[in-house]
């Protein structure tokens, strides 16, 4: 039975690497590296394999009206060569091994094989044309569990430092917390799904907080619940603000109204003689200024005398006349 998704937030703390703990961590991501680059590859040699089929032509042969009998063709495909998130799993299983064992946990190896997963099945369905492989100076700089209980996990104990680490393996890293940050006490308060290491490069190699290769590392706390708000965001806005969407965005202009198109959103009408109101995150009309809450003076102007020549020559060819007028 599928899980059911629940609302989820970040906290990102600092981490405290001292000199003797870079070097493991280190190593914990290179191992993540080679083994990710070993679950893409096999991934896309399942994926070439499956695209020689000829079944896979004629799968991509059965019309897009036919979605029913297309999708049972390609799922047949996929289970044929064993191309799925799960099977993917299954292989993460017998390539970790040796050294990468001792530094990458099953349940890392399994979000590394879904990260590699999705990856090579973005590249299968055409949303893109190839995959990235990690070389060995582009690394990887983020990792992640599956949960809080075992592999890499993070604990809180406030009878030592900041009252927060993060352990991996054998590694205990502390994190730097300012518990009089609300929205720290806030994140704290909910339950921690899993936890991913990040890993930045600083402003400078002798930034504070960075190693010697110039990086810093930072623990994100996936939360269950919603992020904080603050005090000053709580309150909804009762101002009346416009927005210069551009001419580019306008589809149709007339003397009388306006037709246009907003970003992210339906058709929006917007008569000579009104303007949009923003209020308790909705968009209400209300009887106000002309067009210039959209568009600029000079835009709005422009594209209704450009509409008034028209019908002018219009008028004026109707009657056998030409009288052109250039703008």
Known sequence: MKRAKTPTFLLELPLQVDWSQERHVRAHLEAARCLYNALLGEAMKRLRSMRNDPAWAQARAIPRSKKQERALAFSALRKKYRFSEYELHEYAKQARVSWIADLIDSTMAQTLASRAYQAANRACVGKAKRVRFRS??????????????????FVLDPNAGDGGFLIWNTEVIPAIIDWLDPVVQHGMRHRMKYVRLVRRKASSPSAQGADHDGNRYYVQLVLEGHAAVK???????????????????????????????????????????????????????????????????????????????????KRIRSQGEWHGQHM
């Open 136 to 153: 060995s100076g582009r690394g990887i700089d983020s990792v992640e569990g599956k949960r809080n209980d075992t592999g890499m996990h």
């Open 231 to 313: 005090p000053k965001h709580e309150e909804v806005g009762k101002d009346i603000i416009g927005l210069d969407i551009g001419p580019s965005s306008a589809t149709r202009s007339r003397a009388q109204n306006c037709f246009m198109h907003l970003k992210r959103s339906s058709e929006a009408y917007c008569s000579t003689s009104s303007t949009l109101e923003w209020r308790s995150g909705e968009v209400t009309s209300r009887s106000r200024s002309p067009l210039t809450t959209f568009l600029s003076h000079l835009t709005a102007h422009r594209t209704a005398r450009r509409y008034e020549c028209l019908l002018a020559s």
